[in-house]
């Protein structure tokens, strides 16, 4: 089964960083979920909550403020001034 590959990271320092089977973050559009071969996108994040589903069943969410997400080729980019695990 495909993976997404995926890095958040905040202004100074990478938050996490692994594979994952899913993604749901608020955007200024509003929510959106990524599952891998989704198409290419860059959406500027909304204050608000990432949650995610690592391939080892683990469930991750973050608190990430005033950036943006990148998709493209299964590889998931977000890029936050503020970003932090809750």
Do not use: C, Y
């Amino acid at each position: 089964m495909a993976e997404l590959q995926v890095s958040i990271v905040a202004a100074d320092h990478e938050v996490w960083s692994g594979a994952a089977k899913q993604i749901v973050a608020r955007t200024t559009e509003g929510e959106i979920g990524i599952l891998p071969g989704h198409e290419p996108i860059l959406a500027v994040l909304a204050l608000g909550e990432v949650r995610l589903s690592a391939v080892d069943g683990s469930h991750v969410r973050l608190r990430a403020d005033d950036g943006f997400l990148s998709v493209e080729n299964n590889r998931v980019t977000i890029v936050s001034r503020v970003a932090e695990v809750v």
